[in-house]
């Protein structure tokens, strides 16, 4: 089998990795991939928005399966692409992945539906949208429509900062023609929980929940980044939780999606936050999160590609998805000065076996004359699992030491406030 893993970061690593547990499988090709993943699949180097390309690749080398694994491309029909080339894929049509590709669109979802999510308005018009914010309760949270790297959401404690907010998508568009639209919505206070699943439509599994660490310091100061880091399972994530979101938003939102004539195939990520009145989605996301998926899979026990191909078939409810009863923490190691002005080009070596059975995914590295260079913000994960969480964040921050580049950074807490919660039941 030949399989094609579109996308070229952390995430699609730890994908990678898992998928080659399968025997059947004797080449994976990524595209773009990245050097520091060059040892486990054949790197392309076509950009992973490049739709066209990506078709002519995956027909000429006489791709079997296909897994689509960032948001750009997912949105943009590459699925869509690939499977009228004949190529069968893991991953949502465009149509599906509106559910991330528009806020707008997932908050009527939502709103129609009665799934649980912070209320909200829908604005296409910047003097409407500011004089609202005149009487709106503060803080108040500005998201742009559209993707936006992921920076497209502002939280603004006072009516000065709302409307300046609004004014830099709206009227600057900061995140592009992302801003034409935006939302404004209410300020929901809690615990985040990750829970990403296997949907084809039909059954839905959550797999093990997870906690992302998405500001750039210690103590969740600094900036919003990609995610610095990542424990799995989260404490919050209790069993009448998950009970009472499987029953108030996962099954209503694939039903929701089947409805609409959207029907859902792929990773569905759920970014919750548990309220005092219960979990509510904060956001909806139409992949594999990252760096979640570098806690996940390391915890997932079932064969990867049997449950993809599944997925793909929608014969999700045959087959086993089971996790092991263990923990796992993921240390990002970024280059200082992420998520702003950060060098690269840094020589990095990634010995052969890291400490405690560690694993390594790498994000932002190239091969420059044969020699691994760092090549972006957040450059590896370094994943461990163990029986406990206190173990796994030990060992994990243990492994990091065996990595060295310089001007490297990273959180010194990744975990501590999971431990924490999970102290206090
Ligand atoms: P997103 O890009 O949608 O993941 O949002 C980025 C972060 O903004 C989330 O992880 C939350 O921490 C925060 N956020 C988004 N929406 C809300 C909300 N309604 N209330 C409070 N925080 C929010
Ligand atoms: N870690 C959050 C995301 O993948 O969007």
Do not use: W
Request: aromatic residues 6%; glycine residues 10%; proline residues 5%.
């Amino acid at each position: 089998m030949k399989l094609l893993v579109v996308g070229g970061g952390g995430r699609e690593h730890a994908i990678i990795k898992k998928l080659k547990e399968n025997k059947e499988i004797e080449t994976i090709y990524a595209l773009p991939g990245n050097g520091g993943m060059a040892g486990d699949a054949i790197c392309t180097g076509i950009g992973a928005k490049d739709i066209p390309a990506m078709v002519d690749f995956a027909v000429r080398e006489g791709i079997d399966f296909a897994v689509v694994a960032p948001d750009d491309p997912l949105v943009l029909g590459a699925v869509d692409a690939l499977e009228e080339a004949g190529i069968p894929c893991f991953g949502p049509n465009k149509k599906a992945a509106m559910l991330e590709g528009s806020k707008v669109f997932a908050k009527n979802l939502m709103k129609k539906y009665g799934i649980p999510t912070a209320a909200y308005e829908v604005f296409d018009d910047m003097g409407a949208a500011l004089a609202y914010l005149q009487t709106a309760p503060l803080p108040a949270v500005i998201k742009a429509d559209g993707l936006a790297l992921g920076k497209g959401v502002m939280i603004a404690e006072t009516r000065a900062d709302a409307e300046n907010a609004v004014r830099s998508m709206m009227a600057d568009k900061i995140f592009g023609e992302s801003g034409s639209h935006i939302v404004i919505e209410e300020f929901l206070e809690g615990p985040e929980v990750s829970v990403l699943s296997f949907t084809d439509g039909k059954t839905l599994v959550p797999m093990i929940s997870s906690m992302d660490h998405k500001r750039a310091k210690d103590g969740d100061k600094g900036l919003n980044t990609g995610g610095m880091g990542t424990v799995a399972p989260n404490p919050y994530y209790t069993a009448e939780v998950a009970e009472r979101c499987m029953r108030e938003t996962f099954l209503p939102t694939i039903n929701a999606m089947n409805k609409e004539g959207r029907t859902f195939k792929g990773c569905l990520y759920f970014g919750l936050m548990i309220t005092k009145d219960g979990p509510k989605v904060i956001e909806y996301n139409c992949r594999f999160g990252d760096p979640e998926t570098q806690v996940v899979l390391p915890l997932l026990e079932s064969d990867l590609f049997t449950i993809m191909q599944a997925v793909q078939q929608e014969r999700l409810s045959e087959v086993p998805v089971t996790f092991k009863n263990e923990c796992a923490c993921c240390v990002v190691m970024a280059s200082d000065g992420y998520p702003q002005k950060y060098e690269t080009g840094f020589p990095l070596t990634i010995p052969a076996s890291l400490p405690h059975g560690a694993e390594v995914f790498v994000a932002g590295a190239k091969l420059q004359n044969g020699q691994l260079v760092t090549a972006g913000g957040r450059v590896l994960g370094v994943t461990a699992t163990a029986p406990d969480l206190k173990t796994a964040i030990h060992n994990a921050y243990e492994a990091t030491e065996a990595i060295h580049f310089a001007n490297a950074y990273k959180r010194t807490d990744i975990g501590q406030r999971a431990l924490a919660a999970g102290k206090e039941d």
